[in-house]
């Protein structure tokens, strides 16, 4: 059976990554530690390690319960895995926001423009005065040294544990839709409640994302479990395909973020 036509021409390449972690954990014996994984990438790395085999096991963690973005160990089965497996680090800052508005993108922001990857950054809090950031261990110390400020802000960055991390509140609202097809400018048509002429306007100037990738095809076909976010209105998903009315249209149920 040929295991891509369940997945996205594009998330080929990562399904190829995967699937050679998992042949050399087999073949060597040693765990692989990956880099940070965004929800569809973990969602697509357990359906194909899920039931691999009883030979090697995998786990994730991202430095919290509510974690979106996780590092993920794959692993002989005998193999101890613990917390300090992850290599996760918990940097955390104070700034007066009396005076100064700091936002997830700004401290996204000046993260990016040290030259780090994006993959080495997990989740970050921005919460009345205090910034902390989940990163890889192994590049640490050098944010420390050289995040010592974000846009007017002065901020000394301090190790925390990780149980200290802020757990975001997560509240999403469901709602069923019919729509008349799984396009993506119809299906943020319903959740957004907007036009299809907005929505294709959101798109064309690329403020759409889809499975944390930005989208330029209003006719891009959604499929269950789809991560969406329009910049400016937040995040959604579609959780659920429930079928065709008499009518032929599809019967959905989405949810958003509040």
Same mark, same amino acid.
Request: net charge neutral.
């Given at each position: 059976?040929?295991?891509?036509?369940?997945f996205?021409?594009?998330?080929? +390449?990562?399904?190829?990554? %995967?699937l050679?972690w998992?042949?050399?954990?087999e073949?060597?014996?040693?765990?692989k530690l990956?880099d940070f994984?965004?929800?569809r990438e973990q969602q697509?790395?357990e359906?194909?390690?899920g039931n691999?085999?009883?030979?090697?096991k995998?786990?994730m963690?991202g430095g919290g =319960?509510?974690?979106?973005?996780?590092? !993920? %160990?794959?692993? +002989?089965f005998?193999?101890?895995?613990?917390e300090?497996?992850y290599?996760?680090t =918990? /940097?955390e800052?104070?700034?007066?926001?009396?005076?100064?508005?700091l936002s997830? +993108?700004?401290v996204?922001g000046?993260f990016?423009s040290?030259?780090?990857?994006?993959k080495k950054?997990?989740?970050?809090?921005v919460d009345?005065g205090l910034?902390?950031i989940?990163m890889?261990?192994?590049? !640490?110390?050098y944010?420390?040294a050289?995040l010592?400020s974000?846009?007017? @802000?002065t901020?000394?960055?301090?190790k925390? +544990? /990780?149980?200290s991390?802020i757990e975001?509140?997560?509240n999403w609202?469901?709602a069923?839709h019919?729509v008349?097809? /799984?396009?993506?400018?119809?299906v943020l048509?319903? %959740?957004?409640n907007?036009?299809?002429?907005? @929505? @294709?306007?959101y798109i064309?100037?690329l403020?759409v994302?889809v499975?944390?990738k %930005?989208?330029?095809?209003?006719?891009?076909?959604?499929?269950e479990g789809?991560?969406l976010?329009?910049?400016?209105r937040?995040?959604s998903?579609?959780d659920?395909i429930?079928?065709?009315?008499?009518?032929?249209?599809l019967r959905i149920?989405?949810a958003?973020?509040k």
């Amino acid at each position: 059976m040929d295991i891509y036509q369940h997945f996205r021409k594009e998330e080929q +390449p990562f399904i190829d990554q %995967v699937l050679s972690w998992k042949e050399i954990v087999e073949q060597t014996f040693q765990s692989k530690l990956t880099d940070f994984l965004d929800p569809r990438e973990q969602q697509i790395m357990e359906i194909l390690l899920g039931n691999a085999n009883e030979d090697i096991k995998s786990s994730m963690n991202g430095g919290g =319960l509510t974690a979106e973005r996780k590092r !993920a %160990v794959i692993a +002989p089965f005998y193999e101890e895995v613990n917390e300090d497996t992850y290599q996760l680090t =918990l /940097l955390e800052a104070t700034y007066q926001d009396k005076f100064i508005k700091l936002s997830h +993108p700004d401290v996204m922001g000046a993260f990016l423009s040290l030259g780090i990857k994006r993959k080495k950054l997990g989740d970050i809090v921005v919460d009345g005065g205090l910034i902390q950031i989940i990163m890889a261990e192994e590049i !640490a110390a050098y944010v420390q040294a050289n995040l010592t400020s974000i846009k007017k @802000a002065t901020i000394q960055l301090d190790k925390k +544990p /990780l149980s200290s991390k802020i757990e975001a509140e997560t509240n999403w609202i469901v709602a069923d839709h019919t729509v008349s097809s /799984l396009r993506l400018d119809a299906v943020l048509k319903e %959740v957004y409640n907007i036009s299809r002429k907005e @929505a @294709a306007d959101y798109i064309k100037k690329l403020q759409v994302k889809v499975n944390y990738k %930005v989208v330029e095809d209003s006719k891009f076909n959604l499929q269950e479990g789809d991560l969406l976010s329009l910049r400016g209105r937040g995040r959604s998903k579609l959780d659920k395909i429930n079928g065709r009315t008499k009518k032929d249209k599809l019967r959905i149920t989405t949810a958003i973020l509040k």
